[in-house]
């Protein structure tokens, strides 16, 4: 026997009495590896797993024929019917995506372990090879299947996408199943090693049981009937401690008292009961207004963060001070509940702007003073005053930047929100008072604000990833985070700490925050930044959950992170999504770039595949992340477009037209109206003095604000609901027209009339010189009448001299137009 199998790869416990353990290689001996447990604990039992128990988690085993078996779970992705979906094996050994399509690499249904599967099998010398070969499974429709971080043969490539790899050494004989006597005490430090120190060790990881743990119990600081509750859900903690006291003077001597485990009576009578992860403490008294926090100490390894010296943020405390805490315990009795009266517009009726609460009041101009400039009560003023640019554009939905406590240090601090550090609290440093919990009562009346103003409130929300420090961690970095074998920390956010959703209490931390956020605050929706890394699975769920709490609750995913994209899957549930495809293509094709076809694809709503429903589409050309809008497109060779030229502006009116005539859900970017520029710089996340919307240029640019607020304004009118589809429309309501060799398109809107009489024309000519566009006999011999070109719009007709329809309809260089008929 080498000395190299002698290394244990990894062991993972299962069920809290059994487990698995991976050898670096087959085992070749009759008798069983001599292993146990740390401190020479021996195991109830250990025999060789079937091949196939490697398989489920690896992708691959070989038979006892010596043929090699590929397996996908359809467990692992319920949303693809095996009855239906072809599923192909791909990887170095035949293309990669070459393989789609082909019968030879198509997977067949079978079962493994008992489970329903896709399996392809053959020869395993086909899979030999240096380096070993890499593989991934992929469906006709060119959907990769994602490989789990805590896949025993995961390798990743200096792009940093993931695979598994074929080991010829590991072929499923190298993996042994184990029992215990007794369920381990999970607050310890688990390995296991070989007996007499003949090899190496590796720590014992929980996984699908300790992953499941949960419970219903309320969480937090909970004051009711004179009494204040602790909970805290820390499954793997040897030692919890609060420290509470009454003012933020005493922090250094505060009372501390000891959470003890808190049982729960089990489904079956006469059950003992079971702990499910939550400590407890009741203090006699009703703490509302004050300070706490937590020690959690647990064990010490690779797959822990636990340090009993660092203060813990409740991640259910409803304010906070600071990144870190202390939390401010709240009666929900005193805090009271959001607006709920107002009725949020249905989907496919909002026009929505994304913003950023200090960008927007920073330069507003009404007085108020720097603090106020700084938080919640300065915008609260701007959202009162008459002259409120927002409603002035006509938006009837705000999308806020991160409002959650982020990891800013200091209130002085500029930070675009997205580093979080608790998802119940409003960030402390926009609160005008953070030791009071103002924030709390300054961010329900702003909401309030809003609504008054007929303006829906989306709060944009980051649960894929936390910031600095990372409580959660404190608390259970193997339960809250993607963690691989060696204890390093999943990177697909580009944050450092991927958030394992899809652990129960993980999930319904997800869940419960932004039902506080409806609750407490009033929010509408919400849009789920890098939602990729939530999975399509979790976002049904937290979808289930939110619309019993708000049957009309406005959910956005932005469908991506480096790791993949999401958009396809999510069509079939009831989430939007960010439509980056849509962007792309508007910057590049109003500067001559992409096809009338491929504009004619998002004009309509990106059916099918990105979108099953229309208002599936969040049409936009600029969010906060990257340069704006009028920096990508300017003729400025530096990318600085805070003097546009004459054409970078008239490019911009088209953008506009194209964005309000298409589709779905219309999102732009605050100051996009008027031409925002961060002079060309490309990450601004820091920098306040950039991101500050300037409002003089409303004025420099009063003609583009107009624009805008005009097609809004007409988009959200009577006439404009050709643009507002609740369903998908009949197969003729689209007609659309192309000039050979030209990329103008022009469309009409309820060609077939299946929505009554009222049709609306629509055309582009996005190149530098002019474009003539053939209609039929039908469309030119009718009475049109010109509402917008790519100056000006009037819902009754344009004056001076509009543009008619003939046999050829004819498109200056850069324009557009906008014609009804209603006949």
Not at 21 to 44: F, K, T
Not at 636 to 647: C, D, L, R
Request: proline share 5%; with cysteine.
């Amino acid at each position: 026997m080498s000395s190299v199998s002698h290394k244990i790869v990894q062991a993972c416990l299962e069920t809290p009495t059994s487990g698995l353990i991976e050898l670096a290689h087959d085992w070749g001996e009759a008798h069983s590896p001599g292993v146990c447990l740390s401190g020479d604990v021996q195991l109830a039992s250990l025999e060789r797993a079937p091949a196939s128990a490697y398989g489920v988690e690896s992708g691959y085993f070989v038979g006892d024929n010596g043929e090699i078996c590929f397996v996908v779970l359809c467990s692992k992705h319920p949303r693809l019917d095996p009855t239906k979906e072809t599923i192909y094996l791909a990887g170095d050994f035949n293309g990669w995506a070459h393989a789609i399509g082909k019968a030879e690499w198509a997977m067949r249904a079978g079962t493994v372990e008992g489970q329903a599967a896709w399996l392809w099998t053959g020869p395993m010398d086909r899979f030999r090879g240096n380096p070993w070969p890499r593989f991934k499974f992929v469906t006709a429709q060119q959907h990769w299947l994602p490989v789990p971080d805590e896949a025993p043969n995961v390798v990743r490539d200096v792009q940093g996408n993931i695979n598994y790899q074929v080991n010829p050494d590991c072929t499923g004989r190298h993996v042994f199943r184990f029992t215990l006597h007794a369920p381990l005490d999970l607050s310890r430090s688990w390995r296991i090693a070989w007996r007499e120190g003949k090899g190496d060790s590796a720590i014992l990881r929980p996984t699908t049981f300790f992953h499941a743990l949960a419970s219903e119990l309320p969480l937090g600081a909970i004051v009711r009937n004179g009494q204040t509750t602790f909970r805290l859900f820390a499954p793997r903690a040897s030692r919890v401690e609060l420290c509470v006291c009454g003012d933020l003077a005493d922090e250094k001597n505060p009372h501390r008292y000891e959470l003890k485990r808190r049982w729960e009576l089990g489904p079956d009578e006469g059950d003992e009961g079971r702990w499910n992860g939550i400590w407890e403490v009741i203090l006699n008294q009703a703490l509302h207004g004050w300070f706490y926090w937590y020690h959690v100490d647990g064990p010490k390894d690779e797959l822990s963060s636990f340090d009993p010296a660092q203060r813990v943020l409740d991640p259910y405390a409803w304010a906070a001070v600071s990144r870190s805490g202390p939390g401010i315990v709240l009666d929900a009795t005193v805090i009271g509940t959001g607006d709920r009266h107002f009725r949020t517009p249905v989907w496919h009726d909002l026009v929505i702007a994304e913003a950023h609460v200090r960008d927007l009041i920073a330069g507003a101009p009404i007085v108020a003073t720097d603090g106020e400039r700084r938080g919640f009560a300065g915008l609260l003023r701007w959202v009162e005053s008459p002259s409120f640019y927002l409603d002035r554009l006509g938006v009837n939905c705000v999308e806020l930047q991160p409002i959650q406590q982020n990891d800013a240090q200091t209130p002085e601090e500029y930070h675009w929100g997205y580093m979080t550090t608790n998802w119940f609290s409003p960030s402390c440093f926009y609160a005008s008072d953070p030791a009071t919990a103002s924030g709390v009562r300054e961010f329900q009346e702003l909401i309030a604000a809003f609504h008054r103003r007929r303006m829906a409130v989306v709060v944009d929300v980051v649960y894929n990833h936390v910031g600095v420090p990372a409580g959660l961690a404190l608390i259970d970095k193997l339960y809250y985070f993607e963690v691989d074998n060696a204890g390093g920390l999943s990177n697909w956010s580009g944050c450092g700490n991927d958030y394992r959703a899809r652990s129960a209490m993980a999930k319904r931390l997800i869940i419960d925050s932004c039902r506080h956020l409806i609750e407490v605050f009033g929010v509408d929706g919400f849009r789920f930044d890098l939602a990729e890394l939530i999975g399509v699975e979790v976002l049904r769920e937290i979808e289930a959950e939110l619309k019993r709490v708000k049957h009309d609750v406005i959910l956005i995913a932005e469908p991506w992170s480096f790791r993949g994209h999401i958009a396809g899957a999510l069509s079939e549930t009831g989430w939007a999504s960010w439509n980056d495809g849509y962007r792309n293509c508007l910057r590049d094709y109003i500067r001559g770039g992409s096809t009338a076809a491929q504009l004619e694809y998002f004009l309509k709503g990106s059916p099918w595949y990105f979108a099953r429903w229309p208002a599936q589409t969040v049409n936009y050309t600029e969010s906060h992340d990257d340069r704006t809008w009028i920096d990508n497109i300017t003729e400025h060779a530096e990318g600085n477009g805070a003097y546009p030229t004459a054409q970078d502006r008239r490019r911009t009116h088209l953008m506009a037209a194209i964005l309000f005539a298409s589709i779905g859900i219309p999102m732009i970017s605050a100051g996009q109206d008027f031409l925002r520029s961060k002079h060309g710089v490309n990450n601004t996340y820091l920098r306040g003095d950039l991101n500050a919307l300037d409002y003089r240029r409303l004025y420099r640019f009063s003609g583009t604000h107009a624009y805008f607020a005009e097609w809004i304004a007409f988009r959200l009118s009577e006439r404009g609901r050709l643009f507002r589809q609740w369903s998908r429309p009949s197969e003729g309501f689209f007609r659309s027209y192309t000039a050979a060799g030209a990329n103008a398109l022009a469309i009409i809107y309820n060609a077939d009339r299946s929505q009554g009489p009222e049709r609306l024309l629509f055309a582009i000519n996005p190149a530098i010189h002019d474009v003539s566009i053939p209609l039929d006999a039908e469309t030119a011999g009718r009475s049109w009448r010109q509402i917008a070109d790519h100056e000006r719009f009037a819902s009754n007709g344009l004056r001076g001299m509009p543009q008619p329809i003939e046999q050829d309809l004819y498109l200056p260089a850069l324009s557009c137009g906008l014609w009804i008929c209603w006949s």
